[in-house]
Each structure stands twice: as C-alpha cells, then as structure tokens.
T-cell receptor, first 116, second 109 residues
Framework: AAGVIQSPRHLIKEKRETATLKCYPI?????VYWYQQGPGQDPQFLIS???????DKGSIPDRFSAQQFSDYHSELNMSSLELGDSALYFC???????????????FGPGTRLTVL | SQQGEEDPQALSIQEGENATMNCSYK?????LQWYRQNSGRGLVHLIL?????REKHSGRLRVTLDTSKKSSSLLITASRAADTASYFC?????????FGSGTRLLVRP
C-alpha cells in the first residue's frame, strides 16, 4: 500500500540558509500535518492543512511557512535557519480533515534536517 | 511535553515478559493513539482507541482508556527483542495529535 512520502530524507544546511521539505500524502488523503521532533524530544505539532487550506497551527516559528497544493502535496519552507531547527520533520496524512471523529494519521519516514 | 507524561520514561525487561506503559493527558480528546518509533526513525501507528471505548486489542497489544482519569495504558505481552523502541501516546484533540514524552522500552534477549 502507498505510504506518505517525504523528501529529501536528509538535508544539511548552514545557519541562515533556507530549506524546503516536501510531503506527498497517501492517495485520497485530504489532510496533511507537519510535526517537528528535536533530539530526544517528543514530536510537536507545527501546522496542518485540509483541502489546501490551513486548518490548525501549533508551535511553528514565523520563519517557517507551509502550504498544500492542488495535488494535495505539501511543502514546509524554513528560512533563516538556526541551529535549534535541527530535528526530524514528519509529515502525516489522514482522510479526516473536517469534523470527523476518528483521525488516524499515517506518518511519513521523516526528513532529518541538520543545521550547521 | 505539551500533553502530559508517560510512565515510565524507560523500561527494561527480559524477552517473554510483559511491558506496560502508561500515559496521562490533560485535555478532552476524540481518541488516543499509540505509536512506536525505532531510534531516530519514523513513527509507526500501533493502535487507536476512541474516547467511547475502554479497551482494545491488536495482536500482542492491549490498550485501555480511562477518560475519567485522563489516562491510558499500553500492554505488550510476550515481548520480543524486536519490540525494543520508543513508544508514544498521542491524543487527538481538535484533529491534531499531541504527543506524550514517550517510554523507551528495551527488551533484553
């Protein structure tokens, strides 16, 4: 079965550079979520999109932005990178973006971002 | 953690023993989910329990939910060395997942 695809899997950037992470949800999933997991930390919700509209926002820095495109893939853009942005970034998708009771999210393998 | 604590933070058991992990949360929930993560890798969905359910089974996994105490437990029976991983509970609150701090499980062969 198709899973969530994230690219790249690994990314190394310098401080103050820009990074773009991509997420391709499971086919027919209309909701995408982004999570950040720092070293030894639990995953933290960043932002989500339902039907190409932002549906919720968590602890996402102003330096970060994201969008969902017409084909439902999503991109997380990160500017002015800081050392503390080094983390695993997960994308998840689900079929329930609206008022749905059961929101099973399927996670991608993550993008490991290292900021030097 | 934004949500609460998982207990214990680390657990070391012998292969064949049962492992129990507990999770507490603070908000009202739609459902609670358990995930597994091998070191530095992706999150694997294990089981989802709805807020109107009290217990759920899946293979060697048993999850309980007590909404009055805002707590859940994950029991892994007859553990195997391959079960070594970190286990996270995540509450679905307003359609985003809020994760607990995780339990690191080590199953010794």
């Amino acid at each position: 079965a198709a899973g969530v695809i994230q690219s790249p899997r690994h990314l190394i950037k310098e401080k103050r550079e820009t990074a773009t992470l991509k997420c391709y949800p499971i086919p027919r999933h209309d909701t995408v979520y982004w999570y950040q997991q720092g070293p030894g930390q639990d995953p933290q919700f960043l932002i989500s999109f339902y039907e190409k509209m932002q549906s919720d926002k968590g602890s996402i820095p102003d330096r970060f932005s994201a969008q969902q495109f017409s084909d439902y893939h999503s991109e997380l853009n990160m500017s002015s990178l800081e050392l503390g942005d080094s983390a695993l970034y997960f994308c998840a998708s689900s079929t329930s973006g609206g008022p749905s009771y059961y929101n099973e999210q399927f996670f991608g393998p993550g993008t490991r971002l290292t900021v030097l | 953690s934004q949500q609460g604590e998982e207990d214990p933070q680390a657990l070391s058991i012998q292969e064949g023993e049962n492992a129990t992990m507990n999770c507490s949360y603070k908000t009202s929930i739609n459902n609670l989910q358990w995930y597994r993560q091998n070191s530095g890798r992706g999150l694997v969905h294990l089981i989802l329990i709805r807020s109107n359910e009290r217990e759920k089974h899946s293979g060697r996994l048993r999850v309980t939910l007590d909404t009055s105490k805002k707590s859940s437990s994950l029991l892994i029976t007859a553990s195997r060395a391959a079960d070594t991983a970190s286990y996270f509970c995540a509450v679905d609150s307003s359609y985003k997942l809020i994760f607990g701090s995780g339990t690191r499980l080590l199953v010794r062969p």
